[in-house]
């Protein structure tokens, strides 16, 4: 199994940054394609950024699109998620998801527990 714990979380003003990171641990002997995903209360978990497993491939919700960047770094099995440009709308809990591809959460197997990030106007 692979464990995915997330971090970084915490409140933001509006345009303000921030990084999480989702670390792996378990059976990592292999690299996952990894993503972010995001709940805010009421609505259900959205996509939010993608990343191949070599790194070298990304992909975005418009919604984030010029303001999230994905990355990862294989050595230290993290993946992170820079948020730049904060807006309310952004306010949720972010996941750390792995082994999947795609926009559809029901595609990932891996799941981290989630961190809350709030921004505030």
């Known amino acids: 199994q692979v464990q995915l714990v997330e971090s970084g979380g915490g409140l933001v003003q509006a345009g303000g940054s921030l990084r999480l990171s989702c670390a792996a641990s378990?059976?990592?002997?292999?690299?996952?394609?990894m993503a972010w995903f995001r709940q805010a209360p009421g609505k259900e978990r959205e996509f939010v950024a993608g990343i191949s497993w070599s790194g070298s491939s990304t992909y975005y919700a418009d919604s984030v699109k010029g303001r999230f960047t994905i990355s990862r770094d294989n050595a230290k099995k993290t993946v992170y998620l820079q948020m730049t440009s904060s807006k309310p709308e952004d306010t949720a809990v972010y996941y750390c998801?792995?082994?999947?591809?795609?926009?559809?959460?029901?595609?990932?197997?891996?799941w981290g527990q989630g961190t809350q990030v709030t921004v505030s106007s």
């Open positions: 998801a792995g082994n999947g591809v795609g926009v559809r959460a029901s595609d990932y197997n891996y």
């Open positions: 378990g059976r990592t002997s292999r690299n996952y394609a």
